[in-house]
């Protein structure tokens, strides 16, 4: 596992895709020093300005300013923190529901294997976008809701695909030998069963990323997200688009930043899919 | 062949009735865990204690939960989901009021991204062995990396506000009337025989469809090309081949055939989802469907209105998987006996 992990560095496109994760990565963590303004400091001074090298521009607000004169780079730099918080914490939260379930539905079968089917069966006829605006409906705005609101709606997609994985896995003569030494089921799982899928739980932890970051972003355009205290990419885009004739640069910027986080976590799936040899069918996601 | 496409259909529907069922609970569980009092909403300001008190009674907000569940589902089986709190009009004849254009822009979307999904990924396979082939696989990732709502945004910039060749709001031009025959724009546009109301309208759904189908494609390309890279390990190509027959032939006469069947069952997701993607694109281009009215009710909490979208968004994916599934079995020879 460490060793084909290692390999996996090997690739130009997980190295590419790692380059760009450390960017965006780096942005969230020391935004606190990267970013030169306040993110909610408003300068009804100097609305709306263009980037800096425009011929309005204003060498202090490098980006622009928004329609509030809050400083567009900054906006972006705390984004991306409140993008890559969702992103870990929701990814994390889905994988250890989805794979705790997954497991005990595969490897045990049966009854629970029947229960967890239907379960998933259901949460999967709800369209995510859907189930996503109810949940925040009932949970309200704010940074942890939106957290909690994709874990109840992205387990599925680890239970899922998980599920058949260890179906497979289960059948190999080394779990079997390892009952026959006295693991109990839950040592099994643990030690012989759980390593086995690790591969495919990466990959899929790296896609459900880049679904965190797409849902957060619709979640705050919609205005039922992270809420208006925090600088979020979706509300920049919901606040751009109505002054796009005066800045187009306001909505634009934030697309990129989505465009470039998704397109990270996606290419690192896409990578380690390849070289941990995952044998997972395209679901397009 | 009908028999057996008839079976399955009713077999899919009657397993949908217990899911929908859940999905029904869960929806109204959720939605009563809302802080908010549907009993104080639907009443003015000046409403007193008592009122509200006598409103939740009338609503049945006073019975435990399971029995008010019980009450609002032989509603919803009436085709009663209670009154709208914002527009004080019954939710159902909203749902079915936007549904339509829904609908509408849905299938010109599947249309799109059938078609650039069919020939990207001819176009991707045609590309295996060449240079060009990295490269087109690494764009084709990019490009699954825009969202449906990233690309209403980038077509909305580009065509709507920079080069102002196409329209971005609404689904005809405001001074336009709005023919009303059977709900679809289209098509009631012609059957009123007025062609300016058609065009506008069809002017006015090309951004948006073009956004879901853009957004759609790149999963149902790579999918195709996946596939037909499957069939190419297949007897049957190499003795295509020792037939004589031409490349092309092979391709699209024997290859895509048979790639097509995993094809469809992704796209059939696909589409499932595609359907509720189009709340955002509505959204984004003021478009008058039912994801617009579901924005609304939820920014709103108005609570038998989500709960109205809700199932009928659910129900709209059930029907969706039902009609790939019999797809399925119309294309696959092997499903047809038994």
């Not at chain 2, 399955?8 to 869960?26: C, E, K, T």
């Not at chain 2, 609908?103 to 240079?131: D, E, K, P, S, Y």
């Not at chain 2, 990732?141 to 609404?170: D, K």
Request: with cysteine; charged share 15%; proline share 5%.
């Amino acid at each position: 596992m460490a060793g084909s992990l290692l390999r996996a560095l090997g690739s130009p496109r997980v190295l590419l895709a790692l380059a760009m994760v450390l960017i965006i990565g780096v942005c969230a963590v020391f935004a606190h020093f990267l970013a030169p303004h306040d993110p909610a400091e408003q300068n009804l001074l100097s609305i709306l300005t263009p980037p800096a090298w425009a011929p309005d521009g204003d060498p202090s607000f490098p980006l622009g300013t928004d329609s509030l004169g809050r400083d567009v780079l900054s906006r972006l730099i705390y984004g991306a923190r409140t993008a890559m918080l969702v992103a870990v914490f929701a990814s994390l939260g889905a994988m250890i529901i989805g794979t705790v379930l997954a497991h005990i539905s595969g490897y045990f079968g049966g009854a629970v294997d029947w229960l967890i089917g239907r379960l998933v069966e259901v949460w999967m006829s709800f369209p995510p976008v859907i189930l996503s605006l109810i949940l925040m409906v009932g949970l309200g705005v704010g940074l942890d809701r939106v957290i909690l609101a994709i874990v109840l709606v992205d387990w599925t997609r680890f239970c899922r695909v998980l599920r058949s994985e260890v179906l497979i896995v289960r059948r190999h003569d080394y779990v079997a030998a390892a009952r026959l030494l006295g693991f109990s089921h839950w040592q099994t799982i643990v030690r012989e069963v759980l390593p086995a899928t690790l591969p495919l739980l990466i990959t899929l932890f790296s896609l459900e990323m880049a679904i965190a970051v797409v849902v957060e972003a619709i979640l705050s355009f919609v205005g039922l997200g992270v809420g208006p205290n925090q600088a979020a990419w979706g509300q920049m885009i919901a606040d751009a688009r109505q002054y796009v004739y005066q800045s187009p640069w306001n909505l634009l910027l934030p697309i990129f930043a989505i465009f470039f986080a998704v397109a990270a976590f996606n290419l690192l799936g896409d990578g380690l899919r390849r070289t941990l040899d995952v044998r997972l069918a395209e679901t397009g996601h | 062949m009908l028999a057996i496409v008839a079976k399955l259909v009713a077999r899919r529907l009657l397993a949908a009735i217990p899911i929908l069922l859940v999905v029904s609970a869960l929806l109204f569980c959720v939605l009563r865990l809302l802080p908010v009092d549907p009993a104080a909403m639907s009443l003015p300001t000046t409403a007193t204690i008592a009122e509200i008190e006598a409103k939740r009674r009338e609503m049945g907000l006073d019975r435990p939960l399971p029995e008010q569940y019980v009450i609002w589902l032989s509603d919803a089986l009436h085709g009663n989901f209670g009154r709208s709190i914002q527009f004080g009009r019954e939710a159902g004849s909203l749902v079915a009021a936007t549904l339509p254009a829904t609908i509408q822009l849905a299938g010109a979307a599947m249309v799109l991204a059938a078609i650039f999904g069919l020939g990207g990924g001819l176009l991707l396979f045609h590309l295996r062995g060449t240079w060009f082939e990295a490269v087109a696989d690494f764009v084709s990732i990019l490009l699954l990396s825009i969202p449906e709502f990233l690309w209403g945004l980038i077509l909305l910039f580009v065509f709507g506000v920079a080069l102002q060749v196409l329209p971005f709001t609404g689904a005809v031009s405001p001074n336009l009337p709005q023919p009303h025959v059977t709900g679809f724009l289209l098509i009631d546009a012609l059957l009123v025989g007025r062609l300016d109301v058609f065009a506008s309208a069809c002017r006015h759904l090309i951004l948006p469809a073009l956004a879901l189908g853009l957004a759609f494609s790149p999963a149902i390309m790579r999918v195709l090309r996946s596939s037909l890279f499957d069939v190419y390990h297949e007897d049957y190509i190499q003795q295509a081949r020792l037939r004589g027959l031409p490349e092309r032939q092979i391709l699209l006469g024997h290859a895509l055939k048979n790639a097509a069947l995993p094809t469809l069952t992704l796209a059939g997701v696909q589409f499932g989802i595609l359907f509720s993607g189009t709340l955002l694109v509505e959204v984004i281009y003021s478009y008058p469907g039912m994801g617009n009215l579901m924005v609304d009710a939820v920014r709103n909490a108005d609570l038998p209105l989500i709960q109205a979208i809700g199932l009928t968004y659910c129900v709209a994916v059930l029907l969706i998987n039902t009609v790939v599934d019999s797809l399925y079995v119309v294309l696959n020879p092997k499903l047809r006996v038994g």
